[in-house]
């Protein structure tokens, strides 16, 4: 069903569970903030990215975003020192999610009322490596109730201070906020909608909002007499209705599943069974956030790897389920002409190479170390070239396309599953043994499907 609002999602491990996906599937968050548990884990950023492919990536780094001291003796310098630590990351291939669809995170609310100068200078330092590193930026990450207030300011946020950041920012960087409600006053007070009074003409994402200490009973009490979640939900979508009509705003990530660790005990699940039973399911399409933002000017250099099938073109996906068949497709078809080389696309170690009587047909199966992922080839022409445990380098033949097996024509039946050797890890989105999107799967590791099938699609129209 189409969705339509600006609703998106933190997603903290402690309440984490199978029906995650199904929940981010049916509300198809405008963003979803990740912690490293997340993004740097490859089945999980490809679940993520098929449950919901529009989604902006919002990366935290908890260690990173915790380090504020420099802010008082050198900012500039650790202002630095943090984007080349999301570079690094990104460059060894640790974060997994598709470059051009995140935006990375700084500290997390710098005690600007303490160091204003400070984190001016950081940020500025900040976003200048960061675009010198080709990545997007999330901006400030305030805290409820800043910008301050100045003498001259009228008793409204002022925001002057921090104009060489707005100057500092390029298309693709986001300003992040932050902002509670105040639950006796049963709405959204004083805290909330500071960024009317940003002048800033920059896409703009609430990172975090919903209730907090403010909660009657003192902090961290979890649900109450006086807020049920649906009636959470009913504040929220007042917010979400205010922030809406600011069209700078292109994300909300209220706490619909857990907050920190003394949420621990808060079981904030009902709140999201109450967010899919609102009317934000309804409507006109979600405009992706992404085609709204500029993608950065430079993509890190990817990981090497290698399309497996040469020419091929993506005959059907998975998650697709075909005519006449009950379960979804849990891999990737790759259509091509009987006799094209079937390509290994990591380096990795033979698993298996035989007749399958289950319907791949001749296949191969391929384990990569550095990946943690094996790979399938399945309805190969011929009879195993390989034999079990030898070695394979990223581009080799492993064999060619046929049709062999469960198959109505010739192509390559493409599986990736994520684990450990010899054990695939559950998978949590209706499949099993570890499957996961094989383009994701390939998207992480260096070799983007979309690019290969684009340039096969222009060979062919030229030729
Ligand atoms: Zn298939």
């Known amino acids: ?4 609002h600006i609703m998106g999602m933190h997603w903290l491990r402690y ?43 919002v990366a935290r780094d908890y260690p990173l975003s915790e380090q504020k001291e420099g802010l008082a003796t050198d900012p500039t310098g650790l202002g630095r020192y943090h984007a080349d630590e999301w570079a ?19 500290i997390n609310e710098p005690p600007c009322w303490q160091y204003l100068d400070g984190t001016v200078k950081y940020t500025v330092a900040y976003l200048r490596r960061m675009h010198e590193h080709g990545l997007r930026s999330g901006v400030l990450n305030l805290s409820v109730g800043w910008p301050g207030t100045s003498p001259d300011s009228n008793g409204q946020p ?71 979640p649906d009636g959470y939900v ?36 009902p709140a999201a069974a109450a967010m899919e039973r609102k009317r934000w399911t309804t409507g006109a399409p979600t405009p992706p956030p992404i085609a709204i933002l500029q993608p950065p000017d430079i993509l890190p250099t990817p990981i090497d790897g290698v399309w497996p099938v040469p020419g091929g073109t993506i005959t059907g996906r998975f998650g697709q389920t075909y005519a006449g068949a009950t379960t979804p497709h849990n891999g990737l078809d790759i259509g091509a002409p009987e006799g094209t080389p079937i390509l290994c696309v990591w380096d990795g170690v033979v698993a298996f190479a035989d007749y399958d009587e289950g319907g791949y047909g001749n296949y191969i199966r391929v384990w990569h170390p550095a990946q943690r992922v094996y790979t399938f080839y399945g309805h190969m022409r011929d009879p195993a070239l390989w034999a079990s445990w030898q070695t394979v380098k990223a581009g080799q033949t492993l064999g060619f396309v046929g049709s062999t097996g469960n198959s109505t ?12 050797e010899d054990s695939y890890a559950d998978t949590t989105f209706g499949y099993t043994k570890g499957r996961s999107n094989p383009e994701s799967i390939l998207w992480a590791h260096g070799v983007d499907p979309h690019t290969v099938t684009l340039r096969a699609k222009i060979q062919g129209a030229q030729a």
């Open 1 to 4: 069903m189409p969705v339509s």
């Open 158 to 228: 002022d925001w002057r201070p921090y104009a060489p950041i707005e100057a500092e920012m390029r298309a693709g960087d986001v300003l992040v906020m932050h902002e509670y409600g105040v639950a006796n006053d049963h709405g959204w007070g004083y805290w909330c909608n500071r960024i009317e009074h940003c002048p800033w003409q920059v896409p703009i994402l609430i990172g975090e909002c919903g209730i907090d200490q403010a909660v009657a009973g003192g902090p961290h009490k979890g649900w109450q007499d006086f807020l049920s």
């Open 15 to 57: 309440h984490s569970a199978a029906t995650d996906w199904q929940h981010i599937a049916a509300m198809q968050y405008t963003s979803v903030k990740s912690f490293e548990w997340c993004w740097n884990n490859a089945g999980y950023a490809a679940e993520l990215m098929v449950a919901a492919p529009n989604t902006l990536h």
């Open 234 to 269: 009913d504040w929220l979508d007042a917010y979400h209705a205010v922030m809406s009509a600011d069209k700078r705003v292109i994300s909300l990530e209220p706490f619909t599943y857990d907050f920190s660790h003394p949420w621990g005990s808060f079981d904030v699940r």
């Open 409 to 420: 024509g010739p192509h390559c039946h493409f599986e990736t599953r994520t684990g450990d």
């Open 88 to 106: 690094g990351k990104v460059q060894r291939g640790d974060y997994k999610l598709p470059i051009a669809q995140s935006i990375f995170l700084p």
